[in-house]
């Protein structure tokens, strides 16, 4: 029997980030591992039952291979997955939130191609959202509420092909945090005042690769992510391990839970 290293790997990482609950008080809204039911939904395996409906053009949204088990494979021409009433979505302006998912690029991302989101399927102040924008090539990360300049985060992070990255988005209630492999690559804060971010109460509704243009993403989509609450650096660099080559993953990652586990006595 072929031992999947990297998916004990994962779990690890999530008991790890279970055994943290009473320091963050947070918990999984969903998570899409990419595995999919006989009606071909993507299986919600936060336990909440918030299935990923797989929509779009003439070939829908399908499981596939991924970093960590299946992934959701998108085709480019107009697949994408979303729950429209998802339960316990972190949808208020006040309220703290993350999302994470690991990613690979088949092709190069259209401009403004959205890569996951939540809150809204447009691009107005109700959105969460990662994109990407081109040019330059390869495309960069850019997390977008409205399509107004003041309410984007901007960074220079690119998105390349054939290389799986992690993309984290982080709100602590004040601002909007942005990482990529583990790596902080922008924040900004957000209010309703002109050059910050403005943020409005969201809908109840999920996505990934639903474009609010008619752009999207060809690749996989691997175990896609929201928390009621804001992940710290550490719990988001023990989710970073999956990206590294095995073993020393594993060896990486014991150490920073070591690490953590010394700093609490």
């Known amino acids: 029997m072929k031992i999947n290293h990297r998916k004990i790997q994962l779990l690890v990482a999530i008991a790890f980030l279970a055994s943290l609950a009473g320091i963050s008080h ?11 039911n006989t009606a071909g939904a993507f299986i ?9 409906d797989a929509d779009g053009g003439a070939t829908l949204a399908i499981s596939a291979p991924g970093l960590v088990g299946n992934a959701i494979y998108l085709d480019g021409n107009g697949a994408f997955v979303q729950n429209w ?9 006040a309220d703290t939130w993350s999302m994470n998912a690991y990613v690979k690029f088949d092709a190069a991302a259209e401009n403004w191609a959205q890569i996951y989101n939540f809150g809204s399927g447009s691009y107005d102040t109700k959105n969460r959202g990662l994109v990407t924008i081109s040019p330059p090539d390869p495309p960069t990360l850019r997390f977008v509420t409205s399509s107004a300049g003041d309410d ?3 960074t220079t992070a690119i998105t390349d092909v054939g290389v799986w990255h992690m993309f984290t988005v982080t ?3 004040a601002n909007i945090t942005m990482y990529r492999d583990g790596t902080q690559i922008g924040t900004e804060p957000y209010t309703s005042g002109a050059g910050t971010i403005t943020l409005a109460d969201g809908d109840p509704r999920a996505m990934v690769g639903r474009p609010g243009w008619s752009t999207y993403i060809e690749g996989l989509v691997d175990e896609f992510t929201i928390w009621d609450n804001t992940l710290n650096q550490t719990e988001i660099n023990v989710l970073a391990q999956a990206l590294v080559p095995e073993p020393a993953s594993m060896l990486i990652m014991s150490s920073f839970i070591f690490a953590f586990l010394l700093k609490r006595k």
């Open 26 to 36: 947070g918990t999984e809204v969903l998570q899409w591992s990419g595995e999919t």
């Open 44 to 52: 919600d395996a936060s336990g909440n039952g918030n299935t990923g």
């Open 85 to 93: 009433n998802t339960t316990g979505l972190p949808t208020l302006a």
């Open 152 to 154: 984007q985060l901007f």
């Open 171 to 173: 709100c602590d209630g």
